[in-house]
């Protein structure tokens, strides 16, 4: 028997490598983009808009109302733009929301995912921007871990920042200087951050984060940034606001 169980080990083996033994050999590799645009919409494939219809207006009904109106187009850009520090700003904005007072805030440029265009700002819009099930996060940073933090945000090119932050990087992507809210960075001293919870486990490079501590992850619903962005939104609205940011000098290129 033990012997019949080795013949057919064997036999399988053999069977195993014949059939994997092919005559063809790659020649090279060629791909091409497809640009997916308004050409495919000439002729629609009528099964699928079927399909699609019974679910539309449920959709529509939650991604169209307006939740608030900005002054500009708004984009991200390296080192610096004014969608990126509108949501630095916005998850500021929401640190008393938590008993929390942060110094400063981070938002990944890789977070943001669409523009904003002038006027109003629907629901679809921010899902747009923000479509990740991110969490607002607060942390604490030696000063020390705050240089580093900053030397990497310089080694990526810029990333979100908010109002009072001032970064100076060189083209090859060094840090140069930093101050926050007016003043030097102190190594001894500790400092309040709040970010996403994806940056706050060390993510895009961001590494420093690892090294925090007090931290308060929040995990309800009611604490994803794509939720605190629409309450923003619509509590600049029931004041009148138009929301609004431009470019201020938050991270500057060295010149030399």
Do not use: W
Request: proline fraction near 4%; include cysteine; hydrophobic fraction near 40%.
């Amino acid at each position: 028997m033990k012997h019949n169980i080795i013949l057919l080990g064997g036999i399988g083996m053999a069977i195993t490598v014949a059939s994997c033994h092919t005559p063809y050999s790659m020649s090279g590799i060629s791909r091409t983009r497809i640009v997916m645009d308004q050409r495919y919409d000439a002729h629609p494939d009528a099964q699928a808009m079927a399909f699609m219809k019974s679910y539309s207006h449920e959709v529509d009904s939650l991604m169209t109302p307006v939740v608030g109106n900005v002054a500009r187009y708004m984009a991200k850009d390296r080192p610096e733009s004014p969608l990126s520090n509108l949501l630095s700003d916005i998850l500021m904005e929401s640190g008393p929301l938590y008993n929390e007072h942060p110094d400063f805030a981070v938002y990944n440029m890789g977070g943001i995912r669409a523009a904003l265009a002038e006027g109003p700002v629907t629901l679809g819009d921010v899902l747009d921007v923000a479509p990740f099930e991110n969490k607002i996060c607060f942390l604490t940073l030696s000063g020390e871990k705050v240089m580093e933090l900053f030397g990497q945000i310089a080694m990526r090119g810029g990333e979100g920042v908010s109002h009072g932050v001032e970064l100076v990087i060189s083209k090859s992507g060094k840090l140069l200087s930093a101050r926050v809210n007016g003043a030097e960075i102190d190594a001894a001293k500790s400092y309040r951050v709040v970010t996403l919870d994806y940056l706050s486990q060390g993510n895009d490079q961001m590494t420093a984060f690892k090294s925090a501590t007090k931290v308060n992850a929040l995990t309800g619903k009611e604490d994803n940034v794509r939720d605190l962005i629409t309450k923003y939104f619509r509590a600049c609205t029931q004041k009148g606001i138009v929301v609004d940011r431009q470019v201020e000098g938050r991270i500057k290129i060295a010149e030399s």
